[in-house]
């Protein structure tokens, strides 16, 4: 069992960590100067990680597979959004599709 005083010290500790990169950016941003290039990279490598999050939390539940439901309504909202569609009509047939499927014993 974890003891108070170090729960409340590794929360602080936590905390001035969080804002210490927070206060970086715009402290450091007139002195470091990064090549349009590295940007790019950046940029392009911020899309990747939450991409890569939304894979993962759309195939998996925890460390087991989440099934085919789950995957079909990610694969509509996917297909939605790259459609252009309204994001309630988006939230709505991609829960729709889940439901539907699960309803239908689909896992």
């Known amino acids: 069992m974890i003891s108070a005083p170090v729960l409340v010290g590794s929360a602080v500790l936590l905390g001035l960590g969080t804002f210490a990169f927070r206060a970086a950016g715009p402290l450091l941003h007139a002195r470091v ?4 290039s590295v940007q790019s990279v950046m940029s392009m490598s911020a899309t990747v990680l939450l991409v890569a999050l939304a ?53």
């Open 55 to 107: 894979v993962t939390a759309a195939i998996f539940d925890g460390s087991s597979p989440a099934g085919w439901a789950r995957a079909a309504g990610v694969a509509v909202a996917i297909v939605l959004a790259w459609r252009r569609a309204p994001f309630v009509l988006i939230v709505l047939l991609a829960a729709g599709t889940t439901a539907l499927l699960r309803l239908l014993g689909v896992g």
């Open 33 to 36: 100067r990064v090549s349009p």
